[in-house]
């Protein structure tokens, strides 16, 4: 199709976005135990569904379907509070499509494409020229009006967006297969020998599980699957396969679509999925220039947070010093004689006088008690760490009170705490903290 006679307004106006929230996202452990992985708060003050989200909204994309399944209380909660806007008059909005068992087989989502199946009927009733299909659970920055045009101009029947990884990492993935041209050739999930990119030895195209379906196509697909015995009703095993070679499948490359800030050069992509990543991705958020640049004004990321008051920072006294260092640090915080280094602090969070803070994620409403001291954590809402607790600096001890993982970051949960016999607190033996030069 020629680009110029390619109207993108009217192509956004006739997208519907289906953003798939409904994963449990086990390997965060007890952070999922109450609700779904897109729930799961990321930056101190966001929440991971916030960032597809945001991405419709900033290209352009204005009518929006959330399925949600998994333990959804907070996630729909999140969405209503915060996601209220759009004018229904004008055809734009964010609906929430729980699993409601629509089908004759009365199943809850079997696999993604399943998801999308059960939900066809809605999606028809809005008439959609393009459905774009997304992940809930990943945080990145992407202009979805760059891949709309490319299916468009391309002519494609679906493009699936793809992230360049290099070939060794590319085995943990569904590896796109693509000629020079872009056209999908092959679709393989997690292939030992991963094929690379044409021109780039030792770099492949990883799925981004983002999908750009001519509707129509969808449906055909959809009810085709459906009726196969033994698929598993999934785009990345079984619907994307079977289309390599029968349609005009296409890859769009995430370079060409992720929104960089000025002075930055990595397509930040990342599955926030293991306790390991989450960690890391948020303090990367703590150093000079991160990787994932949230100030960024052209593109802001929208949410929902209760109104508190700024952080505050109290006592100026050498051995008693409420500081925080090289951290990001949320609104309705106290630092109350309390020292924060390379930590990220949610809202409502309260450190105590002598009490040190290092490396750590700590989630809303956290109070870390006097002398205590918390190292390379990640701490569940609502904990109450008692005075001279030490977390994080002796591993053995943290694995029999509480959640290590392989990269040594401890999780703590209040029901950890609860289990906590007092009178172990009292072998930690807190040392005070070392006097400040200023």
Request: charged share 25%; aromatic share 8%; proline share 5%.
């Amino acid at each position: 199709m020629d680009p110029e006679n390619i109207d993108l307004n009217r192509a956004l106006k006739n997208t519907l976005a289906l953003v798939l929230a409904g994963g449990r996202g086990s390997r965060l452990m007890q952070l999922t135990e109450s609700q779904s992985k897109p729930a799961v708060p990321f930056a101190g003050k966001f929440r991971i569904i916030d960032f597809p989200l945001s991405n419709c909204i900033n290209s352009g994309i204005r009518r929006i379907g959330v399925a949600t399944q998994y333990k959804a209380h907070t996630l729909i909660q999140h969405i209503q509070r915060g996601w209220g806007f759009f004018r229904a008059e004008l055809q734009e909005f964010v609906e929430i499509w729980p699993a409601q068992q629509q089908t004759d087989e009365e199943s809850w989502y079997r696999g993604t494409a399943d998801a999308v199946y059960q939900n066809i009927n809605i999606i028809s009733d809005h008439n959609p020229e393009y459905v774009l299909i997304l992940a809930g659970d990943h945080i990145y920055k992407q202009d979805y009006s760059r891949l709309i045009m490319q299916h468009v101009e391309s002519g494609a029947d679906v493009t699936v967006s793809c992230i360049e990884v290099p070939q060794e990492d590319a085995k943990g993935f569904g590896v796109v297969d693509a000629d020079r041209d872009g056209n999908i050739v092959g679709f393989l999930e997690k292939p030992e020998n991963p094929p690379c990119i044409p021109g780039h030895p030792g770099v492949s195209y990883a799925s981004m599980g983002i999908y750009v379906f001519n509707a129509d196509f969808l449906y055909e697909q959809l009810l085709r699957d459906q009726e196969l015995e033994g698929s598993t009703n999934d785009f990345g095993n079984d619907i994307l396969p079977y289309l390599v070679g029968r349609c005009k499948l296409m890859a769009h490359r995430y370079s060409d679509s992720c929104v960089i800030s000025e002075g930055q050069s990595e397509a930040y992509w990342r599955d926030v999925g293991t306790l390991d990543a989450y960690w890391e991705a948020n303090l990367d958020l703590t150093k000079v220039t991160p990787s994932l640049d949230l100030y960024d004004t052209d593109w802001p990321i929208w949410t929902y947070q209760v109104q508190r008051p700024a952080a505050k920072f109290v006592f100026n006294i050498d051995e008693r010093r409420g500081m925080a260092v090289d951290s990001l640090v949320s609104a309705g915080c106290v630092v109350s004689g309390g020292q924060v280094r390379r930590s990220l602090l949610f809202s409502d969070v309260r450190v105590n006088s002598f009490a040190e803070v290092e490396e750590s994620v700590i989630l809303p409403n956290c109070n870390i008690g006097r002398h205590a001291r918390v190292t390379k954590v990640v701490m569940a809402k609502n904990c109450d760490i008692p005075a001279g607790m030490i977390i994080g600096e002796d591993a053995e001890k943290d694995r029999r009170r509480f959640y290590v993982s392989k990269g040594g970051v401890t999780l703590v949960t209040p029901d950890m705490l609860a289990k906590v016999d007092p009178n172990d607190i009292l072998t930690d033996q807190p040392q005070p903290l070392p006097r400040l030069i200023m």
